[in-house]
């Protein structure tokens, strides 16, 4: 079996070879985009083929930034349509794809990937560990009431204006790109996603409005996209995308004072979210489908480590093992003044862990001291989960809405 590049002269067999993996069929693209692959990279995917010429697995990458913790932003491999035949599973062509991918993204200098797994499953193996969650918030329309607050700071001076999607592409692109760049966790979206209408809603062609919070100046500064589906009974928010509370505040007021809906369903509810709180009735809130979102895999570890912010001094030596080649190894973690410095080193290590559970604490969205108890980190002295805890924590918890 040999596993190729593709070019855009691939499109139709990569499409048709992925879908069948899923399957499902190629719908034809609306006119000038509006599928979820118009934003696919075809100078940066992969077939796997058959001696005898049959293509039988894919896998994509796209070109994203990763916020890190800090605000800092780095290039990341997003790695998409993954999938093989059902005829030719179990047979390691994606364990050939997935090296193969590992291999080349190392090659062309990047030092992160991430990816998001249909099944939990799958991608462990590989080094990628769940390093940002999601749920849903449901709240019934009459229990929607906000409690009164000590301390609101700031009262909201802006307002909100309701736009269609279909004509307010360049404004919520402008919103997210703020929004993604002040987010641990956020991708980018790149301007071919929504000039092409890709992935799903609100970049997709599928009808939706938009609540666009202004400041008291008339700079836009907060979107909520939703759909009132059927009309009359629930309103489902797709995302809001502000990194202001005080704006997310307004938009979850606007959506939950709506008329003639009985429930308001938030997707994308990241762990903390203040909403319940903000609710007279604690119990009107009710979380359901909590679940891992984004995947992270350090391809190369010290890199990783020195270019995300860090926030309190300390030192750890991690030992940490790679099964899958690569980066395998000692290393003394330094962190001064919110900069780190990662050298190989002979010390005695104080966690060992595995690449894929780094990528898990790495956007400080996993506590490393859960992956102690959960006997997956080995920690070697007492306290030394708790200084790991401090130590890989963000500014905010990472949260990623992107879908690819
Ligand atoms: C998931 C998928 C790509 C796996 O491809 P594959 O070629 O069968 O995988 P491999 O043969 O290389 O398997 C490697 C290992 O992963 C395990 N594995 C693969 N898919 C798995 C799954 N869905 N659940 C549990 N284990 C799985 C295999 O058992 C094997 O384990 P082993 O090394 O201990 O024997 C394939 O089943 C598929 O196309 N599924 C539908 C599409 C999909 O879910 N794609 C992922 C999108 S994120």
Excluded at 114 to 140: D, H, K, N, W
Excluded at 151 to 175: C, F, K, Q, Y
Excluded at 208 to 228: C, K, M, N
Excluded at 305 to 310: C, D, E, S, V
């Amino acid at each position: 079996m040999e596993i190729r590049a593709t070019t855009d002269n691939d499109r139709d067999v990569f499409l048709d070879t992925f879908h069948t993996a899923l399957g499902r069929f190629t719908e034809p693209q609306a006119d000038g985009g509006g599928a979820w692959w118009s934003a696919l990279e075809m100078d940066r995917n992969l077939l796997a083929v058959t001696a005898d010429g049959r293509p039988v697995g894919t896998a994509g990458a796209y070109s994203f930034e990763l916020t890190l913790p800090g605000e800092v932003i780095v290039p990341a491999a997003g790695v998409t349509a993954v999938g093989v035949l059902p005829s030719h599973r179990r047979r390691g062509v994606l364990s050939a794809m997935m090296r193969h991918q590992l291999g080349e993204l190392r090659a062309r200098g990047e030092f992160l990937s991430v990816l998001l797994a249909s099944e939990a499953l799958i991608y462990r193996r590989f080094g990628y560990g769940p390093a940002t969650y999601t749920s849903r918030l449901t709240v019934p329309r009459h229990r929607a009431a906000f409690a009164a607050t000590r301390a609101p700071g700031t009262p909201d001076a802006g307002s909100i204006e309701v736009v269609r999607r279909a004509g307010s592409g360049e404004l919520m692109e402008e919103i997210y790109d703020r929004y993604r760049r002040a987010q641990p966790g956020a991708l980018s979206r790149p301007h071919r996603w929504w000039a092409s209408r890709a992935g799903q809603p609100p970049t997709s062609p599928a009808p939706r409005h938009i609540a666009v919070h202004r400041d008291a100046d008339g700079v836009a500064d907060g979107y909520a996209s939703y759909s009132l589906d059927p009309p009359g009974t629930t309103l489902t928010v797709d995302e809001t995308i502000t990194a202001d509370d005080t704006v997310s505040t307004a938009l979850a007021r606007f959506v939950l004072e709506h008329d003639l809906v009985t429930q308001i369903v938030f997707k994308h509810c990241p762990p903390g979210h203040p909403l319940r709180w903000q609710l007279t009735d604690f119990r009107a809130g009710q979380p359901s489908d909590e679940t891992d979102w984004l995947w992270v895999r350090l391809l190369d570890v010290p890199r990783a480590l020195t270019a995300r912010g860090w926030f309190t001094d300390g030192e750890l030596v991690l030992d940490v093992d790679d099964p899958i080649g690569g980066e395998h190894g000692r290393h003394l973690l330094t962190v001064r003044d919110g900069k780190a410095e990662c050298v190989p080193t002979d010390r005695e290590p104080d966690l060992s862990l595995d690449v894929s559970d780094l990528g898990s604490i790495y956007l400080g969205g996993t506590a490393p001291s859960t992956l102690v108890r959960a006997g997956h980190i080995r920690a070697h002295r007492p306290g030394v989960a708790d200084l790991a805890d401090t130590l890989f924590r963000g500014e905010r918890p990472p949260h990623c809405v992107h879908w690819f």
